[in-house]
């Protein structure tokens, strides 16, 4: 993410029925909030607690002088559900050229940069919203013009992943080359190097960066998070929770959600869509079952489930039901798509559920309360680190292509087949050849496909405000 904040006039220039002046990046609404008014008294505002993704009646006035300059509408996007994946502002304004222009200079005197052509689709890709196809079906609408702080951006995206591979291509050519010495002079004639140990060196190196590629992948899909469990327990109260909003339906009577409730939030960067379910019990209400199989489908489709229990209550008939159900998906060893919770938390403890949890021996489980609002922070690291572990445990993610997670993958088979050949005795020059289609395959990765003057000519062909 960028920390600095880009406006632009956002639609063509001339006379139409409105303008849009677009500011994109962490102090959007900060920058708003100066020039922003609302009501007859032209009261200020802070445009951070306006709700996201609603347009916003009101005047833009010159923070100097208290002028009106334009009656406009405001919509505040919060990250990441926006063009860029990062905090928008857009102010739609009467479209003559002279508003426009004059609220694009109060966005700037207010502590925004004027963007480059195409920065807006640029972030959008790099913030991985969009992938490079997307991104040059975007540039097909729009004109042709180039910049340099692009190339900078470009070079930054690329000589990351390269810096990464590093260690791995070092390995390789270590390998490689004392392979193809040993194959013209006699051994002793060379320095000598443990070659299996070198191999399985660069094996690793290339498995953190594969793992760091499907945890990019993971920040631009995003993931599909369940919340299940019986009845009453408190699932639509932490969805709420999670959501920060009352967006489900909480009441005492068990059996309230019938449906399931879908939304996305931003889970560390992770855009993750939770799904409250209906409550899974026996049930005469044909409503009620329907939602039961709707809260199974959930359940097939989910990257992590979330097993809501009440800490309140002795384990009950239906728990051990739906604990059931889970352990059937989720159960085997080393799985690491589900996490317990264990709610209201701020009532009596009546929890024995040591025979439930028994089956899921190695899943974590979090203390919470929805009421008091203890323990939603672990939950949440608890998920994403689940989320981190199936990725492959990487640190960090990498902002890969298809075409580069698929070279890569190449990259490890024929290391992989190096080293079986290695440990069967196989001779050393036949072994090289793997050594080196590995070598090629890494190349691709950092090499030309990927090239600057690709990237830079697809950016450059937007136009400012794209
Ligand atoms: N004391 C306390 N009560 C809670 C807590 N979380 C939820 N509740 C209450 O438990 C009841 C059920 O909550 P819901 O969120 O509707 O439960 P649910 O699991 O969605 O229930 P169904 O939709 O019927 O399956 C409500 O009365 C909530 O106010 C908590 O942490 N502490
Ligand atoms: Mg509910």
Same mark, same amino acid.
């Given at each position: 993410m960028y920390d600095d904040t880009i406006t632009a006039i956002a639609t063509p220039v ?6 849009v002046v677009r500011l994109s990046g962490p102090e959007s609404?900060?920058v ?32 100097? !002088?208290?002028?009106?300059? #334009? ?5 505040? %996007?919060?990250a990441?559900?926006t063009y860029t994946r990062e905090d928008i502002v ?10 426009l222009r &004059?609220v694009l200079r109060l966005t700037i005197e207010s502590g925004a940069r004027e963007a480059e052509p195409g920065e807006f689709t640029l972030r959008a890709f790099l913030n991985g919203r969009i992938d490079l196809s997307q991104a040059e079906a975007v540039m097909a609408v729009v004109s042709s013009r180039t910049s340099e702080s692009l190339e900078m951006a470009v070079n930054e995206l690329r000589g990351k992943l390269t810096g990464r591979l590093q ?16 194959? !013209?002079?006699?051994? #002793?004639?060379?320095?000598?190097? !443990? ?19 499907? %945890?990019g ?67 005469? #209400?044909?409503? &009620? ?21 009440? /800490? ?10 739906? /604990? ?56 949440? #690291? ?16 990498a902002m890969v292509t298809?075409r580069q ?40 990765i950092t090499g030309e496909q990927v090239s600057e003057s690709i990237l830079t000519e697809i950016f450059s062909r937007f136009c400012i405000g794209k």
């Amino acid at each position: 993410m960028y920390d600095d904040t880009i406006t632009a006039i956002a639609t063509p220039v001339g006379e139409g029925g409105i303008g849009v002046v677009r500011l994109s990046g962490p102090e959007s609404a900060e920058v708003a909030s100066r020039m922003f008014r609302r009501g007859v008294r032209l009261r200020p505002v802070d445009v951070e607690t306006l709700e996201s993704h609603r347009l916003y009646y009101g005047h833009i006035v010159d923070p100097s !002088d208290g002028r009106i300059i #334009d009656e406009v509408m405001l919509t505040r %996007m919060a990250a990441p559900r926006t063009y860029t994946r990062e905090d928008i502002v857009e102010i739609s304004c009467h479209g003559g050229p002279v508003p426009l222009r &004059e609220v694009l200079r109060l966005t700037i005197e207010s502590g925004a940069r004027e963007a480059e052509p195409g920065e807006f689709t640029l972030r959008a890709f790099l913030n991985g919203r969009i992938d490079l196809s997307q991104a040059e079906a975007v540039m097909a609408v729009v004109s042709s013009r180039t910049s340099e702080s692009l190339e900078m951006a470009v070079n930054e995206l690329r000589g990351k992943l390269t810096g990464r591979l590093q260690p791995a291509r070092e390995a390789l050519l270590e390998a490689l080359a004392y392979l193809d010495a040993a194959a !013209d002079f006699p051994e #002793d004639e060379i320095p000598s190097v !443990d070659v299996p140990d070198v191999l399985k060196r660069s094996e690793t190196y290339l498995r953190e960066v594969l793992a760091s590629s499907r %945890m990019g992948l993971l920040y631009r899909e995003g993931v599909q998070i369940a919340i299940v469990g019986r009845p009453n327990v408190g699932k639509s109260s932490l969805m709420n929770t999670l959501l920060r909003s009352d967006r489900a339906i909480v009441t005492e009577i068990a059996g309230t959600t019938r449906d399931v409730i879908t939304e996305t939030i931003n889970l560390r960067g992770i855009p993750a869509t939770l799904q409250d379910t209906a409550g899974i019990a026996e049930t005469e #209400d044909v409503v &009620e079952r329907i939602g039961i199989d709707r809260s199974r489908q959930a359940l097939e489709s989910a990257g992590v489930a979330i097993f809501v229990l009440d /800490g309140s209550q002795p384990l009950a008939q239906e728990d051990r039901q739906v /604990g059931q159900l889970l352990a059937q998906r989720f159960g085997s060893a080393g799985d690491r798509r589900l996490v317990i919770a264990v709610n209201k938390r701020d009532l009596p403890d009546r929890f024995d559920h040591a025979e439930l949890l028994d089956q899921f021996d190695e899943t974590p489980i979090i203390e919470l309360s929805t009421v008091a609002g203890t323990g939603i922070d672990q939950l949440e #690291d608890s998920v994403y680190e689940c989320l981190v572990a199936q990725a492959g445990e990487a640190r960090e993610p990498a902002m890969v292509t298809l075409r580069q997670q698929q070279a890569l993958s190449r990259a490890l088979e024929h290391v992989h087949a190096a080293r079986a050949a290695l440990a069967e005795g196989v001779p050393q020059d036949l072994v090289a050849v793997d050594v080196r289609s590995a070598m090629l395959a890494v190349g691709e990765i950092t090499g030309e496909q990927v090239s600057e003057s690709i990237l830079t000519e697809i950016f450059s062909r937007f136009c400012i405000g794209k």
